[in-house]
T-cell receptor
Framework: KQEVTQIPAALSVPEGENLVLNCSFTDSAIYNLQWFRQDPGKGLTSLLLIQSSQREQTSGRLNASLDKSSGRSTLYIAASQPGDSATYLCAVASGGSNYKLTFGKGTLLTVNP | GAVVSQHPSRVICKSGTSVKIECRSLDFQATTMFWYRQFPKQSLMLMATSNEGSKATYEQGVEKDKFLINHASLTLSTLTVTSAHPEDSSFYIC???????????FGSGTRLTVV
């Protein structure tokens, strides 16, 4: 059974700081890995998707890496802004052709002005 | 891009009543819809997978008679929480595979409070 762990559970940083969020998963047989952002009481916004054959993806100030063999992914946020404050969720797609998403509990990020 | 519209966003109901949550794919056809539940400070947990024209597949531990799922068309999937109890209070969210590329698009979620 796939299990996804995110560390830290919460993070508070001053504006402008670069930061790294961590995600680990127990079964390396994945189809892809996604990072999402969730604002309080809201749905999920997809940030980056990394296919199992890829090592990283970048979008603006965000960079996500994937090391499938070690079961790890990181989300790097450069020059953080107060608007980045949200919960960041890591989700792993696995399970064959009808793959399912297994989510971590998320990292609550607060960027202080 | 692909959008899934979820309604209502928030609902309060009395114990014993039923509540229906709708998810519509606005600009694409969703043959599959995933339904998740999220308790405070917990992960999103997959409850069931609905497929247009066939019965839904429920995850272990999810009561199919309590959480009725209907995928009536290629653009509409519904989740009905029957005989709701306070312990059913949670955040429910749907998701559909994106039509063109890998990944999923999510609804905006429904906050259910049973009093």
């Amino acid at each position: 059974k796939q299990e996804v762990t995110q560390i830290p559970a919460a993070l508070s940083v001053p504006e402008g700081e670069n930061l790294v969020l961590n995600c680990s998963f127990t079964d390396s047989a994945i189809y892809n890995l996604q990072w999402f952002r969730q604002d309080p009481g809201k749905g999920l916004t997809s940030l980056l998707l990394i296919q199992s054959s890829q090592r990283e993806q970048t979008s603006g100030r965000l960079n996500a890496s994937l090391d499938k063999s070690s079961g790890r992914s990181t989300l790097y946020i450069a020059a953080s802004q107060p608007g980045d404050s949200a919960t960041y969720l890591c989700a792993v797609a696995s399970g064959g052709s009808n793959y399912k998403l297994t989510f971590g509990k998320g990292t609550l990020l607060t960027v202080n002005p | 891009g692909a959008v899934v519209s979820q309604h209502p966003s928030r609902v309060i109901c009395k114990s014993g009543t039923s509540v229906k949550i709708e998810c519509r794919s606005l600009d694409f056809q969703a043959t599959t819809m995933f339904w998740y539940r999220q308790f405070p400070k917990q992960s999103l947990m997959l409850m069931a997978t609905s497929n247009e024209g066939s019965k839904a597949t429920y995850e272990q531990g999810v009561e199919k008679d309590k959480f009725l799922i209907n995928h009536a068309s290629l653009t509409l999937s519904t989740l009905t929480v029957t005989s709701a109890h306070p312990e059913d209070s949670s955040f429910y969210i749907c998701s559909a595979p994106q039509p063109v590329r890998d990944g999923y698009t999510f609804g905006s979620g429904t906050r259910l409070t049973v009093v």
